[in-house]
C-alpha cells in the first residue's frame, strides 16, 4: 500500500509541474485570439507588405547583412532574426495577416512557457503566479498585437534560452543563443550583465560558470564589432515623440519615466499608449522626478535586503534595472517611453513577483486563511488583467482604430491627428481628412504632413490660391528624411517650379538609387528642362 500511495503522490506530482506547459500556452492563445482577425497596423505596412526582402530568399543576404529597414531608409535596425522570421511567416502564409499575427502570439505563449519553466527551477509555489503575471499583464498587449515590432518577443525567447543554458552549465549553447537574441533587439546588449548577477545571486561559483561569463562576453565583443563594421550606430531614427535634451534634462527624465512605468504597470485600468508622449522635466521639484528617485531608492534597498534572504527577488529586480538602463533615456531615444520596451523588464518583474508571493507562502505555512486571501487576491488580479487585456487588443484591428487611441493618450499631438487624416484621405473619405489636417493645423499651424495634404486636396480642387499658403509652408522645411524629401519635391511641383522639384527628387535618388518610380520621375523632368 505504501508503495502505491508513493506512486500516485509522484503521478499527481508529475501532473501538477506538468499541467502549466498545456495550461498557459493555452491561456495565451484564447487571450490574443481576437488578434488574429486584425489587420497589419502602422509601420506593418512598410516592414512586411511592402518589402520585397521578405518575399524571396534570394535577398537572405540582405537580410543577413542589412537594415530591417531597408527597403525604404537606414534606421540602425541590424535584426536579421526578425527580418528572417518576416520571411518565413510570408513562405508560409503570403500576406494574410493571420498567419503573422499568430507567429506573435505562439512567440508570446512560447515566452510564458520558459518564463515558468525557469521560475520553477528556483522558485516552487510563485511559478505559476510569475508566468501569468507575465502573460496575462495589459502593458504587453502592444508588443504582442504588433508584427513590426516582433524583435521584443524574438529577444525574449533567446533570452530565457539563454539564461536557462546558462543555469544548465551549457556554455557553448549559451554563447550561441546570446548571438541569437542580439540579432533580434539590440538591447540584448545588456544580457551579460544579467548572467553575471544570475551567477552571483542565484548560483554557487564553478568552472563552468566562468566558461560560461567568458563565453558570453566574448560573444558580445563578436557582435559589437560586427556591428560596428556593417555601419550600425546605437541612434534610433527621429519619430513624431522624438525629443532635444541635454544631459542633465534627460538624467531627470530617467526617473520621471521610471515613475510613469511603474505606474501604468500598477494601474492595470492604464489608458492604451501606442504612443506616449513625457514632457522633459526641467528641475528636481518636478513630482515625477521625486517619485522616481524614491522608487529608485526602493528597488536598491530591495535587492540589497533580497541578497541573501531572498535571491530570486533580488535578481528579478536586478534584471529590472538593468533592462530598463537602455530604455531610460540616459541616451537619447527617438521617444520617451513605449509599452512595448517593458516586455524584457516584465521578465524580472514577473520573477520578483513570484519570488515574493513565494516567501510569502513560506512564512504563512501555518495561516491557511491569509494563504488562502493571498491567492484570491492575485487571482482577482490576474483576470482583471486579461479582461483589460481583451479590451486593449481591440485598439490594434486597424491603423484608424490604433491611431484613434493614440490622440485619446496624446490629444495635443498635431502629427497624429494628421496621420488619421491621411488614413481617411487613402479611404477617400475627403470630408473626416480635411477634419483631422484642421485639427492637425489648429495644434501646429506648421505640421508638415498636414499643410502638404490640405495644400494637395485643395490644388486638387482647383483652389491653387488657397493651396500655395499650404504648400509655401513645405517647402520652407529642411527636411533630412527620405519621405519628407519626396514631400518637398512633389509640393514644389504643385506650385509649377520643376527646376527645385527636380534638385529634391535627385536628393531623394542620393539616399535610396533603387526608387524606381523616382528614377522615371527624374528623367521626365529632365527631359522637359532640356
Known sequence: MDAMAESRRKISSWVLDCLPLFLLPLLCLLLYLPALRHDFVMDDATLVVGNPYIKSWRYLPQMLSEDAWNVWERHNYWRPIFSISLALDYSLWGLNPLGFHLTNVLLHALNTVLLYSLSKKLLNTGAVFASLLFAL?????????????????????????????????????????????????????????????????????????????????????????????????????????????????RFLLVFKVLLLYFLALFNLFEMPHPFWSVEVPTSLNDPYVIGGMSSLGLLIWAIWKGVKRAPVLAFGLVWFLIYFLPISNLKELNQPMAEHWLYLPMIGLSLAFGAALNTLWIRLSDAHLFRACITAGVTVLLIVGALVVREKTKIYQDDETFLLAAIRANPRIAKLHSMVGSIYLAKQDITKAKEFYAKALALDPNDFLANYRTGFLLQQGSQHEEARIYLERVVRSNPSRLSEILTVAHAWEMLGDKQKALLYYRKALDLNSELVRIQHKVAGLESELQ
Open 137 to 249: 499583464h495589459p502593458i504587453q498587449a502592444h508588443a504582442v498585437n504588433v508584427i513590426s515590432i516582433r524583435g521584443d518577443l524574438l529577444a525574449a525567447l533567446f533570452v530565457l534560452l539563454c539564461l536557462k543554458t546558462f543555469l544548465s552549465n551549457r556554455s557553448v549553447l549559451c554563447a550561441s543563443l546570446l548571438i541569437l537574441a542580439l540579432l533580434s533587439k539590440e538591447t540584448s546588449v545588456t544580457l551579460p550583465a544579467i548572467l553575471l548577477f544570475a551567477g552571483l545571486l542565484v548560483k554557487t561559483e564553478n568552472l563552468e560558470l566562468k566558461k560560461s561569463l567568458l563565453l558570453t562576453f566574448i560573444s558580445l565583443g563578436t557582435y559589437l564589432v560586427a556591428r560596428l563594421s556593417l555601419g550600425f550606430s546605437f541612434s534610433l531614427p527621429p519619430s513624431i515623440f522624438s525629443y532635444e535634451a541635454y544631459f542633465p534634462a
